[in-house]
């Protein structure tokens, strides 16, 4: 199906709303994101609600639908659903307000208490198996290998003018295949896949569901490290180590038969593929979608990619970035 055009789009919109009865409500444009999704907030007789725009064929709103009411089910905080329509890429979401952590963080507040609710929230998803939803792609090995080749198929060419060799990619695809089955040594649970401060709230609610959860619509079942290290090895905003360490710990005390060693490996395997990701996504969205905004976090991302390959385990792809992204070359594209 051909996308919609801009005010074909706008029609089918106000359509929705006015079968959902929010046709009469005001608009205004709440937040857009690194997809082509867009968020505008509605008040009708002072109720507030959120239009997600998600455009077909460029998204797809169904597993979003999908998991929200699959982390309902588990008394989680994901948005109520107050109308879906799939085939047009528009939901109407309840709004859970302006508390994201981010703007709270901004404002002082208490960062451990914040990151412990966190925690707790991916402690409490690991923990029951039920959280694993059937149906739910997994994080499998061709899927972590794409996002890893981020780096080599963006950031490499956007640094040196050039695409990758072949064979020197080939070598870092290799790598990354025996890496992999570390990564898998912890059990697999829900990985809601860009669990970080930007999409998590802080509601007037006991308990868990005190936090509210955003963005969740690419989960997939993988290695249960991979939501605590998004959250802790934040791309976008520096966190003590201090406060790293405690929460991981906090994270360990609901599964004392998890060897903190296999623990540690897996978390590096992991950190470093997201931060090989970031780093290539950051730079697509420069190059590809005329987003620049986002180059300023790379020099952070690299740090943590180095902190990553420091781990014992990841000696070997410590060893191919400094041959083929030497420290002096691990800068920030331009736009």
Known sequence: MPPASETERENLI?????????GAARRGRLAGDASFRHYDRLLLDGRPAVLMDAPPPKEDVRPFVRIARHLKALGLSAPDLLAVDEKNGLLLLEDLGDGTYTRLLEAGHDETALYALATDVLAEIAARPESVLAGTP????????TEA????????PAMGGQETDAAVRAEYVEIWTR??????MVPDTLVLRDFHVDNLMLLGRPGLAACGLLDF??????????????????ARRDIDPVLVETMKGRFLKRFPAMERSVFEASWAVMAAQRHAKVIGIFTRLCRRDGKPGYLIHIPRVWRLLESACAHPVMAELSRWLDRHIPKGNRGVPSP
Do not use: H, N
Request: aromatic share 14%; charged share 20%.
């Open 14 to 22: 106000q359509d929705f709303l006015a079968k959902a009865g929010w």
């Open 138 to 145: 997994p994080y499998d090995d061709g899927r972590l290998l």
């Open 149 to 156: 080749c981020l780096l080599t198929d963006w950031y490499v």
């Open 179 to 184: 890496l992999f089955p570390v990564a898998r």
């Open 217 to 234: 619509q690419d989960a997939v079942i993988g290695p249960a490290t991979y939501d605590l290290m998004s959250l802790l090895e934040d």
